[in-house]
C-alpha cells in the first residue's frame, strides 16, 4: 500500500522551524505596507491589498506569544484560507516544502516552547532537519477572532 505524504510548507519563527499543511496555503508574498486598523486585537496587524483582495494580516509570532519582531528581507506572508476566510499569517521565513510521513509525526506535547498544545498539530521528526512543530492553522485563530478578522476584511 503506497504511503500518505502530508506536503508541508516549512517557515521559520523565533529560529524554531514550523510546519503547516500546504493544502491551506494560497501563496507566499513578500511583507508589503500594511495598512493598520484601530481597535483590533494586537496580533491582528491590519489589512493588505492582495489582487484585489482585503486580506487582514495576522503577526503569528505575536498570536503564538512570542515577541514582535522588526522585518526583515527574510519576513514573508503566508496567505492562507483559515476556515473560508483569507488571512496572511507573518513568519520570519518562509524555508522550505517538504513531504512528511505521518509514521514521523507524534501527537503534540501539551506544551511546546511556550506555544499553545491547540495550535499544534503534531511533531514531526525529521532526520536531516530535527523537530519540526506542526501548526493546525485552523486553531490557530478562535472563531470569535475570524469573526473579527472577517469583519476587518469586510470594512
Not at 43 to 65: A, E, M, Q, S, W
Not at 75 to 96: F, H, S, Y
Request: hydrophobic content about 40%; proline content about 3%; charged content about 30%.
Amino acid at each position: 500500500m503506497e504511503e500518505i505524504l502530508t506536503k508541508t510548507i516549512v517557515f521559520k519563527l523565533n529560529n524554531q522551524e514550523y510546519g503547516a499543511n500546504i493544502d491551506q496555503i494560497l501563496s507566499i508574498e513578500r511583507l508589503e505596507e500594511i495598512v493598520s486598523l484601530p481597535q483590533t486585537s494586537d496580533f491582528i496587524k491590519g489589512i493588505i491589498n492582495l489582487r484585489g483582495d482585503v486580506t487582514p494580516i495576522i503577526d503569528l509570532r505575536t498570536r503564538l506569544g512570542m515577541k514582535e519582531l522588526e522585518p526583515t528581507e527574510q519576513t514573508r506572508v503566508l496567505i492562507a484560507k483559515v476556515q473560508d476566510v483569507q488571512v496572511g499569517l507573518i513568519v520570519d521565513e518562509a524555508t522550505d516544502v517538504i513531504d512528511i510521513s505521518p509514521e514521523v509525526v507524534d501527537d503534540a506535547p501539551e506544551l511546546v516552547k511556550g506555544v499553545d498544545h491547540r495550535y499544534m498539530k503534531g511533531v514531526a521528526k525529521l532526520e536531516e532537519r530535527g523537530m519540526l512543530l506542526l501548526l493546525d492553522l485552523n486553531h490557530v485563530l478562535s472563531l470569535d477572532e475570524l469573526d473579527e478578522v472577517q469583519q476587518v476584511a469586510e470594512e
